[in-house]
């Protein structure tokens, strides 16, 4: 589509310089490329139009109805339709009988450890974090021999959520000399703290503040309903960047140093941080500090006592999975709209200031398939993103594009690719979840998924979905995957640091 982007190149020693196109004038093409050139313009028709608008000046008018109800009066589909679906909600009433059957929660692949229990995130945009923990607690149950456990979620939530509030302040300060109407730093400040994340931004969490067992920071209402608590923090925020904002003029108009400057709004950021703190720690809960020692008092899966002692970057580090560490994991992507072998990261987009850079190496879609696979074999649960809205039922726990009778009911055909839904905002990563299984044919190749969802055990199959095959084609974005179990060019290409920079505003910076 010709669309132009920044670079970063985050490890210049290992970054190459893109090679320069040639000048228009040095391309010639040869005898062979004009001839091609001149069959394909010949070939070339504007076509006379079938018939005149009955608009002339485009709007609706009635006798577009007319036409329109004219020829679907006599069409017995339609009148079928008309009849059953205006008493029904389509979604139900046009679920494929055929598709719910064949979508079998069977998988002759599955990881070699069973996690319980399900997880619910209730009312919260918190998916990617019960995502990350529900493959964290994997190796923690496996080591300490447990029937049941969950890391807290509320416990990486209060630093994620503390942290984008510092992030938007800073960010606030970089840009401070913008227009407020500015495209970037509107929107920024649209979704400045949302419940969302990426991969990398909770690597950032775990790195910095490490886990704890959720009996030792629980939920509260507020985590479980973060809406009210969101949009107290977005408001005090919104203001915060203001006031941050008019000091900086206010400073550049001083004698002041730079330096001198800049500890002067650091300072004022700390003090407006406190009152974010002050909320958070009220509605939350005061969390352990990460470097603070903890007792985890538990039964065994035999009902035997036990005691883990340590810090929660200790905890965290005990039972991360030496060979599959989180910080060796990266995100595979499959964006058609974008060059494949390349790395791509969006502006703007993190949670802890100067921490790990959101990265994707977007790559052709077998490749997310085999790694998936490929991790499911050795034992590793997949965090995965991808689109959960489109063409699923949470009844029985299908994704399925084959699920809804919408072309037959209503004589209609859905046109759009994996890359055109992405352009027209018909779709993005809206949701996290992890694979656990996986039924290959006799070939080898996955037919469907095994997928944990984290909205409690009475969606889906006792908490689980179904993925199939085509589905995952068309709605999966990302699957994060070791460097250890990643082809090795794409780790190549990870490692180079050379990333392509995607606008703010991308689908790409979707928040799962």
């Known amino acids: 589509m010709g669309r132009v982007h920044s670079r970063l190149n985050i490890s210049p020693a290992m970054g190459s310089a893109p090679s320069k196109p040639a000048p228009a004038s040095q391309v010639v093409p040869s005898d062979g490329e004009k001839q091609s050139l001149v069959d394909s313009f010949s070939s070339l028709h504007v076509s006379e139009p079938e018939a005149a608008p009955l608009s002339a000046d485009g709007s609706l008018s009635l006798s577009n109805i007319s036409s ?33 059957i064949k979508d079998s929660h069977v998988f002759n692949t599955e990881v070699d450890f069973k996690t319980d229990p399900i997880t619910n995130q209730k009312s919260s945009g918190r998916c990617w974090l019960f995502a990350t923990t529900n493959v964290l607690r994997y190796n923690v149950m496996k080591k300490l021999d447990l029937k049941d456990f969950q890391c807290s979620q509320s416990y990486l939530f209060f630093y994620d959520k503390l942290n984008k509030a510092n992030y938007y302040l800073e960010l606030s300060l970089q840009l401070a000399d913008l227009p407020l109407d500015d495209r970037l730093v509107d929107n920024l400040s649209g979704d400045l703290i949302s419940d969302g994340g990426q991969w990398d931004m909770a690597v950032n969490i775990l790195e910095n503040y490490g886990i704890v067992p959720q009996v030792l920071y629980p939920e509260s209402t507020h985590s479980s309903l973060s809406s009210p608590l969101n949009t107290l923090l977005k408001t005090k925020l919104r203001e915060h960047a203001l006031i941050l904002r008019d000091l900086s003029a206010s400073l550049k108009a001083s004698s002041l140093s730079a330096d001198q400057m800049q500890a002067t709004l650091r300072s004022k950021k700390e003090e407006l941080l406190k009152e974010v703190y002050t909320v958070m ?127 037959n009911a209503f004589n209609i055909k859905f046109g759009l690719t994996k890359a055109q ?19 290959l044919d006799a070939s080898g190749n996955p037919v469907r998924y095994k997928v944990e969802n984290s909205w409690g055990p009475d969606v889906g199959d006792k908490g689980y979905f179904v993925m199939t095959d085509k589905w995952f084609e068309q709605f999966v974005y990302q699957v994060v995957v070791p460097k250890a179990l990643a082809p090795k060019e794409l780790v190549k290409v990870y490692e180079s640091g050379d990333a392509v920079v995607l606008p703010h505003w991308d689908p790409m910076g979707a928040l799962a």
């Open 421 to 439: 839904r992405l352009q027209v905002n018909e779709s993005a990563m809206t949701h996290a979840m992890v694979i656990s299984g996986v039924h």
């Open 281 to 407: 720690t009220a509605t939350l809960g005061v969390p352990p500090r990460p470097d603070e020692t903890f007792t985890y008092d538990y039964y065994d899966k035999d009902s035997k006592a036990h005691a883990w002692t340590g810090t929660p970057l200790q905890f965290y580090k005990a039972f991360a999975s030496r060979q599959y560490a989180p910080s060796s994991c990266f995100s595979l992507i499959n964006d058609p709209r974008n060059d494949f072998g390349k790395l791509y990261t969006v502006d703007k987009l993190g949670n802890v200031w100067g921490g790990r850079p959101v990265l994707y190496v977007n790559t052709e879609i077998d490749n997310l398939k085999k790694a998936v696979v490929d991790m499911v074999k050795a034992g590793v649960p997949v965090f995965f993103g991808c689109d959960v809205g489109q063409f699923s039922e949470n009844g029985n726990g299908i994704m399925d594009i084959d699920l809804m009778e919408y072309e």
């Open 68 to 100: 329109w109800e004219s020829s679907l009066a006599s069409d017995s589909k339609t009148q079928l339709a008309r009849t059953v679906l205006a008493q029904s909600n389509i979604k139900s009433i046009l679920t494929s009988r055929s598709a719910i």
